[in-house]
């Protein structure tokens, strides 16, 4: 099969490997060339555009950082619609909120594109090993017709319903895990200032009612003070803030998501929104004189 894939940074380089492994054609486009050095080696083929990558393809996937990215990868010019045939599927496997989903396939039903929200989770790893959960909107028809490649990327493709429902569940599912990462923050510092060290208080939770997916990574990541990003604080910044406007929107009391909405503000303003998610823990600490980390 035709496939293009642009976007092909921190999560989409892993996926569109997968989808060469499988033995697809994949035609590829990045802001950067560098990125793409290790898919051309593998035999990927570039193209110099959006919509060039549309062209050549009889599916298309993106994997993009921000809504307003995928809106002008899309849309804009050189998009994928330029180059795009009538009957062309096109998935967005970024986190995207509905509003821009639909503005997108407004534009595209014009030139009879297909369009799709299919975002994923499961992290860089999830992306590497192809384990990723899969959450697709849109039409039916084409979602079974390109399954067989979304299993490529992950073991967990689900079928959510009409255009738009990936990115509800996506934007729901990562509302809870990145709110849950401020929670954790505090319930860890007043636990080690109380006198109980991390690592015991891990090994505690993990195996009782508080243990939380999001607590995890902290092992090999807070506790050796490793901040390096595979998801970004700045884009857990944008996807709870995704959360809060759909809930204005729907007019849906949130308190308590705008409070971890502001948590990973403040870390944005003190200059850490290309760390890690997790280095949103350093503000608590910071503000209770706590280290979450085992003693030395």
């Keep these: 099969m035709k496939i293009g894939f642009i976007g092909v940074g921190y999560m989409g380089r892993h996926m569109a490997r997968n989808i060469l492994n499988g033995g697809h054609d994949l035609t590829i486009f990045d802001i950067s060339k560098d990125a793409a050095e290790e898919l051309l080696s593998l035999g990927a083929t570039w193209a110099t555009s959006p919509g060039q990558a549309a062209e050549a393809s009889d599916v298309v996937f993106t994997s993009l950082p921000r809504p307003q990215d995928v809106e002008e990868v899309v849309a ?8 795009a045939r009538s009957g062309t599927a096109y998935f967005d496997l970024s986190t995207t909120d509905p509003a821009t989903i639909e503005r997108i396939a407004n534009q595209a039903e014009a030139k009879g594109v297909r369009i799709l929200d299919a975002p994923v ?17 849109g039409d039916r028809d084409a979602y079974d017709e390109f399954k067989a490649v979304l299993d490529l990327i992950g073991d967990k493709v689900m079928y959510c319903g009409d255009l738009g429902a990936g990115a ?9 895990g990145l709110s849950t990462g401020v929670l954790l923050s505090e319930a860890f510092t007043l636990g080690i200032k109380a006198g109980v060290d991390a690592e015991t208080l891990f090994t505690a ?27 970004q604080l700045d884009l857990a910044a944008k996807d709870v803030g995704l959360a809060t406007q759909l ?26 929104g290309r760390l890690s998610a997790g280095a949103v823990a350093r503000i ?13």
Excluded: H
Excluded at 225 to 231: E, K, M, Q, S, T
Excluded at 248 to 272: C, D, F, H, K
Excluded at 289 to 296: C, N, Q, S, W
């Design 76 to 83: 804009g010019e050189g998009g994928i619609l330029s180059g």
């Design 121 to 137: 989770s499961g992290g860089t790893a999830g992306a590497d090993n192809a384990t990723l959960c899969v959450m697709v909107g």
């Design 168 to 176: 509800v569940c996506k934007i729901v599912n990562n509302l809870i």
């Design 205 to 231: 939770v993990a195996g009782s009612s508080g243990a939380t997916q999001a607590m995890q990574g902290f092992p090999n990541g807070i506790f050796k003070r490793n901040f390096d990003p595979g998801f």
């Design 247 to 272: 809930g204005r929107e729907l007019r849906v009391p949130m308190e308590m998501s705008n409070i971890a909405q502001q948590r990973y503000i403040t870390a944005q303003n003190e200059g850490w």
């Design 284 to 296: 608590q600490e910071e503000r209770s004189g706590v280290e979450i980390a085992p003693p030395d």
